[in-house]
């Protein structure tokens, strides 16, 4: 079933599994998404409201290969970049239909990981 309890007390996202590599496992012949592929990907999930979980697949040494790990910190960079200014700092968020106390709109805007 599709649905959830608006009055529930928790808050459980939605979620998109992909990997960096063309399949959950690591192949030599194979290389990683590049960075624009995965900043794609990036917001074709996380603006969607979902939580983005990315699958590095380790090599035959258990480790994960240089290349992964070059565009995945590619992909941080780009992220960061993009999302350092805050542009919503000194917002005012309000709402037509608010869910009741402790749930203010403000809460959006107020800088406390608790809200």
């Known amino acids: 079933m599709n649905s959830g309890d608006s009055n529930g007390d928790s808050y459980i996202p939605a979620e998109t599994n992909v990997s960096i590599r063309p399949g959950w496992f690591y192949h030599e012949n194979e290389h990683p998404k590049t960075v624009q592929q995965l900043w794609d990907m990036y917001f074709n999930s996380t603006a969607r409201n979902t939580v983005w979980l990315l699958n590095f697949p380790p090599d035959k040494r258990g480790q994960i290969p240089a290349e992964d790990s070059t565009n995945a910190a590619g992909l941080g960079k780009w992220i960061y970049g993009t999302f350092r200014t805050n542009l ?28």
């Open 88 to 115: 919503l700092a000194e917002a005012t968020a309000t709402a037509q239909h608010g869910r009741g106390r402790g749930f203010e709109p403000a809460n959006m805007v107020d800088k406390c990981e608790d809200t």
